[in-house]
């Protein structure tokens, strides 16, 4: 099982969170690092001192390319949802049956994970 981070994921992070650090921890304790996609760090990153929290945290998660491939796919995802949130459907494309996705836009991206025919766990930040 894996763990993917949404948006909500990072801002928590960043937020110093003590759930979702303890989320994180676990996740690379078990040996199977977090994932999340450039996008997905893109809608949080700003840079600077103030993100030294998210800085750290980044540095144990597996961020994967929004590369050709994922975004046709997120395409093709976003046509069977009738929704529009590209970085969304990318993260529902990463996990896997029986991976958990952390997110706090649980009713767009349970539209997507439907339409993946994934079965995938929404959980809150």
Same mark, same amino acid.
């Given at each position: 099982?894996? *763990?993917?981070?949404? +948006?909500? #994921?990072?801002?928590?992070?960043?937020? @110093?969170?003590?759930?979702?650090?303890? =989320?994180?921890? &676990?996740?690379?304790? !078990?040996?199977?690092?977090?994932? +999340? /996609? &450039?996008?997905?760090?893109?809608?949080?990153?700003?840079?600077?001192?103030r $993100? #030294?929290? *998210?800085? $750290?945290?980044?540095?144990?998660?597996?961020?994967?390319? *929004? @590369?050709? /491939?994922?975004?046709?796919?997120?395409? $093709?995802? *976003? %046509?069977? #949802?009738? +929704?529009?949130d590209?970085? %969304? &459907?990318?993260?529902?494309?990463?996990? $896997?049956? !029986?991976?958990?996705?952390? +997110?706090?836009?649980?009713?767009?991206?349970?539209?997507?994970? @439907?339409?993946?025919? =994934?079965?995938?766990?929404?959980? /809150?930040?």
């Open positions: 099982m894996s *763990l993917v981070l949404d +948006t909500g #994921a990072l801002i928590a992070l960043e937020r @110093n969170e003590r759930q979702m650090w303890v =989320r994180l921890k &676990a996740a690379q304790l !078990g040996g199977d690092l977090p994932m +999340t /996609h &450039a996008g997905v760090l893109g809608q949080v990153w700003r840079g600077g001192p $993100q #030294a929290r *998210l800085s $750290q945290a980044v540095a144990g998660i597996d961020v994967r390319p *929004l @590369n050709e /491939h994922l975004g046709k796919e997120a395409g $093709q995802l *976003l %046509g069977a #949802a009738g +929704t529009s590209v970085i %969304g &459907a990318a993260v529902i494309l990463l996990g $896997q049956d !029986g991976d958990d996705i952390v +997110t706090s836009d649980h009713d767009d991206l349970e539209r997507l994970a @439907n339409a993946s025919g =994934r079965h995938i766990e929404l959980i /809150h930040p």
